[in-house]
């Protein structure tokens, strides 16, 4: 195969236990993943989901008419990226579409722009992901709208790269391609390639639609009701609005040090009194302050 994408699904959320399959305007937030990712031209949609979680999900993702991926116990729940390995080595692609369960406005032409792009770039780029206008990679926000794009020989290096028993290397293997963009920054390597988001997407650094409670997916519906162009010039609402609170959930504090805020003070431009307001959980303006790790507004 050519091209397959997987999803990433759990039941588990702190935050909103069983959200995936909570009902948006008609249907489970998974299963709009599932069918926005069927409706592109990937060959094959899987979903990969921790063995703790099997029962609670493998009826309703067999019933959406994909495979449910699920493997032994000895894997723990945050290692995506080993699911990732063994649902890939099953069918061996060349690339792999990589989506995230709780984004049930996934944009199904982005997955198809990916694709197309596999087409045509080099040998050397293992990598495809999306950038905004001022240099953020989508990546590194919960924008809830693109998917990425990692070869299968990257998806294997990667693995045997970042150990299973380093507690500083957990954020690589929960986020399955972290380690290689950022390898990629650290050596200057030009093994990835990044697309311009659309300008129609451009809001949603500033708004992340990714379902993280209950008060965001209420407002998320409200917003996706109307047809696509009124969706795009309607201001989603304050409530979707990236918080500092969501923002540090994508910044990878135990990979080098254990406080977040000595992390953002060591690795950053921001200020002292920046700094001072991120604490107090003021709710921010999005733009790259490091590395597409940090995301603050002044």
């Known amino acids: 195969m050519e091209v397959i ?27 709009r993943v599932i069918d926005a990712t069927k409706a592109s031209d990937v060959e094959l949609t899987a979903v990969a989901v921790p063995s703790s979680d099997r029962k609670a999900l493998c009826d309703a993702i067999w019933e959406a008419g994909v495979p449910c991926w699920s493997f032994p116990n000895n894997l723990a729940d945050d290692d995506v990226l080993s ?5 890939a080595r099953l069918v061996m692609p060349k690339w792999i579409i990589r989506v995230c369960g709780d984004c049930p406005l996934l944009w199904t032409e ?62 690589h293997r929960e986020h399955v391609t972290s380690r290689l963009y950022e390898w990629a920054e650290e050596v200057a390597s030009d093994n ?25 997916l209420k407002c998320a519906v409200e ?35 254990e406080d977040t805020w000595s992390f953002i003070a060591k690795r950053s431009d921001m200020s002292e009194k920046l700094i001072e307001n991120l604490k107090v959980g003021d709710t921010l303006e ?8 940090v995301h603050v507004a002044e």
Do not use: M
């Not at 699911?83 to 649902?87: H, K, T």
């Not at 709208?145 to 990667?158: C, D, G, K, M, N």
């Not at 309607?234 to 080098?256: A, H, N």
């Open 5 to 31: 994408a997987i999803i990433q699904a759990r039941w588990n959320s702190e935050r909103f236990p069983g959200k995936i399959l909570a009902d948006f305007d008609g249907k489970t937030i998974l299963r």
């Open 83 to 87: 699911r990732f390995v063994r649902g």
């Open 110 to 171: 982005g997955i198809n722009r990916l694709i197309e792009a596999t087409k045509t770039v080099g040998d050397h780029i293992e990598y495809i992901g999306w950038k905004y206008s001022n240099g953020t990679k989508a990546v590194t926000v919960p924008n809830g709208v693109f998917a990425e794009a990692v070869s299968y020989e990257a998806l294997l290096r990667i693995d045997k790269d970042v150990p299973l028993n380093q507690k500083y290397q957990a954020y």
């Open 192 to 216: 990835c390639l990044w697309l311009d988001v659309p300008d129609e997407w451009e809001f949603t650094q500033r708004y992340g639609l990714a379902i993280d409670t209950k008060d965001n």
């Open 223 to 257: 917003w996706h009701k109307g047809d696509t162009a009124q969706r795009r010039e309607r201001k989603p609402p304050d409530v979707l609005k990236l918080t500092v609170e969501g923002i540090t959930k994508y910044v990878p504090t135990s990979r080098e040090v």
């Open 286 to 293: 999005t733009r790259l302050a490091f590395d597409g790790l």
